[in-house]
């Protein structure tokens, strides 16, 4: 059994919030390099260079990359062997509330959907839990914008729509999203489960590295074609139109019901952050 | 080339501006979002004073990150317009000529921007670091409380912008995909 205080978790959400917040991955720069050297259409082009520009300004200046810094996603996976001192629903808040006060990142959540005040401190994170083998804690945080958590959709489809009744319901999603959730976009899909596990596969699914394929060979081949397809509307960067629309489409799926096929799409901006650390 | 102008923006100018024209603003604009523009809706229907002048004026849906010491405001790109929908129609009525922001409208913003003579702006979504850099001076002007979501008086400087819909109700989103389509086929 390993002890762990719930101050090192704190610490670790607090950096990971300004991490995530000021600096792009490394996997979505590359990608959004190898779109705009592929780009041909000028305007698409031209919103290309600036969103480059931009993650380049956020990194030398430690600054936001966008106003939007999202609501805390917290994902922590927890070795079964590791003993938390500390209330650690409570040690991530705080870390959260300390990052954003900190980083100079915008407090974007309210206390009720409907009265709509605002926290103050951008709590409370979004807490999901794993229990898996060992003595650590992997702790990644993805604060994540609501331009594109707007334009996500679930789908509980009939198992007789089968495959393709998944595709052309990412890019009905895809398309009826357009310019709104600032195009290029990562599209996460979660196919299975439950009502509430394939929202939360596709939530998982935009963790991955945007260069890093499905295991399945199946499901690698699918987004592939997914991505190709989306890119084939036309909707472009920002949607002035081009074949940037898309960076990736991530899925991730699991057993479902006999009577049941759900799909769960969440987009992402271009702005995809995602930092990881393992204490 | 970019066309340059210089605010207030009048009604004549807007009629000028066409779908897909590249602009770069300079002057004063001011910011609000979901909150603020419920606020001022509140304020038109009971017939009560507003806290800005409406006539002539660009209003740039943003809520910035705070400023870091030294700064004058923190990120500051554009939030998804829709939701600004149900509002924008009675403060063009009022005299607003321009909007900032990203994404689709309805068609009761398109009809009021045409019966007025109103222009909606794009500016680049995710890019809120390099916009910032254009804003030379930020002051909150009301509603100090809604912190992000606050007005504020913002001064610019060549603050660059595509015109999406122009007061004849052309639409870049449409006709920018449709060209790209032609051209690709």
């Not at chain 1, 003993?83 to 959540?109: A, C, F, M, P, W």
């Not at chain 2, 009560?48 to 705070?66: A, E, M, N, R, W």
């Not at chain 2, 890019?127 to 254009?134: D, E, R």
């Amino acid at each position: 059994m390993r002890e762990i205080s719930a101050l090192i978790i704190t610490q670790t959400v607090k950096k990971l919030c300004i991490e995530a917040n000021c600096h792009l991955g490394n996997d979505i720069k590359k990608r959004i390099e190898q779109f705009y050297e592929n780009e041909k259409w000028p305007q698409a082009k031209e919103v290309l260079e600036r969103i480059i520009q931009n993650y380049k300004i956020a990194d030398e200046s430690n600054q936001p990359i966008c106003q939007d810094t999202g609501m805390a996603c917290v994902f922590l996976k927890i070795g079964q062997d590791v003993h938390i001192i500390g209330d650690v629903k409570e040690t991530v808040n705080e870390g959260v509330r300390q990052g954003y006060e900190e980083g100079y990142l915008r407090k974007s959540v309210v206390r009720d959907p409907l009265d709509r005040v605002n926290t103050g401190d951008n709590t409370p994170a979004m807490i999901y839990f794993d229990i898996v083998p060992g003595d650590k804690i992997e702790i990644t945080v993805a604060p994540k914008g609501f331009g594109s958590e707007n334009m996500s959709r679930i789908a509980m489809l009939r198992p007789s729509d089968g495959l393709k009744g998944v595709k052309d319901f990412v890019l009905k999603t895809a398309e009826e999203a357009g310019p709104n959730p600032c195009p290029p976009i990562v599209i996460g899909v979660g196919i299975g489960g439950t009502f509430d596990k394939a929202a939360y596969m596709a939530k998982k699914a935009l963790l991955r590295p945007v260069d890093k394929k499905n295991e399945t060979a199946f499901y690698a081949d699918l987004e592939q074609q997914l991505l190709e397809e989306v890119n084939a509307l036309g909707i472009g960067p920002q949607g002035f139109g081009g074949k940037t629309t898309a960076l990736a489409v991530n899925i991730e799926w699991c057993p479902t019901h006999i009577a049941g096929l759900p799909v769960a799409v969440n987009i992402n901006c271009h702005v995809t952050r995602h930092k990881t650390e393992v204490i | 080339m970019a066309i340059s102008i210089k605010t207030p923006l009048t009604r004549e100018m807007v009629k000028d501006l066409k779908a897909g024209d590249s602009c770069l603003i300079s002057g004063v604009i001011y910011t609000a979002r979901d909150a603020a523009h419920q606020r001022l809706c509140q304020l038109v229907e009971q017939s009560k004073p507003l806290p800005i002048d409406l006539k002539d004026s660009i209003i740039y849906f943003v809520g910035p990150t705070p400023a870091k010491p030294g700064q004058v405001i923190g990120s500051a790109g554009p939030t998804t317009s829709y939701r600004m929908d149900a509002y924008s129609p009675i403060l063009i009525e009022l005299g607003q000529t321009g909007m900032i922001g990203k994404g689709k409208r309805g068609t009761e913003v398109v009809d009021a921007m045409k019966k007025h003579k109103a222009v909606y702006f794009g500016a680049i979504g995710g890019c809120g670091a390099l916009l910032s850099k254009c804003i030379k001076k930020s002051e909150v002007v009301a509603y100090d409380d809604l912190g992000a979501e606050a007005i504020r008086r913002l001064e610019v400087e060549d603050f660059p912008v595509i015109v999406i819909i122009d007061s004849s109700g052309n639409n870049l989103y449409e006709t920018g995909r449709e060209d790209y389509l032609k051209y690709n086929r």
